[in-house]
């Protein structure tokens, strides 16, 4: 067992709350295909797995720690939806080529992945990104650097997709309203 995976599976055993899924997801859920293969990466307890199954989405739901993984998919077996949740380390095992129609990443951030996510989407797919900025209001989300993106990272790391939609609010006006320390991307391949 990794380090990584007894971090994550420590905090997952000691949680209880319903998975939500991402901002970018729940605004934009109307964006979403009729029908496809979708993947939630590094999906945790699943949240926006669970949101893409229930728009009728055929769904993969991939994370290091195995037991957010038998988490989701009991919950998944007991609202009996289409979602097959997988404990899979996605840097190593990242998607392959041309084989999802929409991908969700929430709050992980691995650089080296993005050329393998991007290759990973279909002509016409679809990717949501929503994870945390070097410019916060507060302390919320990590505080080493390299899990935080730069101004407008995102739009560089995905630069070659059509951008649908973008939002970073960084330190503007009052910080006690909008979208704070995050920024969310929805780009079509």
Same mark, same amino acid.
């Given at each position: 067992m990794s380090s990584i995976q007894a971090k994550w599976d420590t905090i997952y055993s000691q949680r209880d709350n319903e998975p939500k899924a991402a901002l970018v997801l729940q605004q934009n859920s109307h964006l979403l295909p009729q029908q496809g293969v979708a993947l939630d990466l590094a999906c945790g307890q699943g949240g926006n797995a669970l $949101? #893409?199954? /229930?728009?009728? #989405?055929d769904v993969l739901a991939w994370? @290091?720690?195995?037991?957010a993984? /038998?988490?989701?998919? =009991?919950? +998944?077996? &007991?609202?009996? *939806? =289409? $979602?097959? +949740?997988? +404990? %899979?380390? @996605?840097v190593k095992n990242p998607p392959s080529? =041309?084989?999802i129609d929409v991908l969700v990443v929430s709050f992980f951030l691995e %650089? #080296? &992945?993005c050329p393998a996510l991007l290759a990973a989407l279909k002509s016409g797919g679809l990717l949501f990104y929503q994870t945390y900025c070097q410019q916060k209001v507060s302390q919320q989300g990590p505080g080493n650097p390299d899990y935080l *993106? +730069?101004?407008?990272? *995102? $739009?560089? &790391?995905f630069s070659q997709m059509k951008i649908r939609v973008y939002r970073e609010e960084a330190l503007l006006g009052r910080h006690d309203e909008g979208l704070r320390n995050q920024a969310l991307l929805i780009a079509e391949k």
């Open positions: $949101l #893409l199954a /229930e728009s009728g #989405l994370d @290091v720690s195995p037991i993984i /038998e988490q989701l998919q =009991n919950t +998944a077996d &007991l609202k009996r *939806l =289409n $979602l097959k +949740a997988m +404990a %899979r380390d @996605v080529a =041309n084989s %650089r #080296l &992945l *993106l +730069a101004d407008n990272e *995102l $739009l560089q &790391l």
